[in-house]
């Protein structure tokens, strides 16, 4: 599934493939679970292989504002997951 979703984005090489799936790991996450927060380290990349994954942040009364859907096959890019500063903001 992780090869599909990868060469549906950009072609990349069998090796390259079989060298990310070896430093890979798959998680099942629950429905609402919470798998990075914000203003904590984040180093890593995420698939979406199955499901829906949302992005939200809290407001001041710390009330839930959704600010992105990612349905499954797709990819959580840096950008929504983490700043320059391995700090992620959502």
């Given at each position: ?33 919470v798998f ?29 504002i ?10 959580l ?12 903001q959502?």
């Amino acid at each position: 599934m992780l090869a599909e979703l990868i060469h549906s984005i950009y072609p990349i090489s069998k090796p390259s493939i079989e060298a990310l799936e070896e430093i890979a790991s798959a998680k099942s996450l629950g429905k609402k679970e919470v798998f990075v927060e914000e203003g904590k380290p984040n180093e890593k990349e995420y698939f979406v292989l199955e499901g829906i994954v949302r992005s939200f942040v809290l407001n001041p009364q710390g009330e839930e504002i959704s600010l992105s859907f990612f349905c499954a096959p797709s990819v959580l890019s840096p950008l929504v997951s983490r700043t320059r500063n391995n700090q992620s903001q959502v």
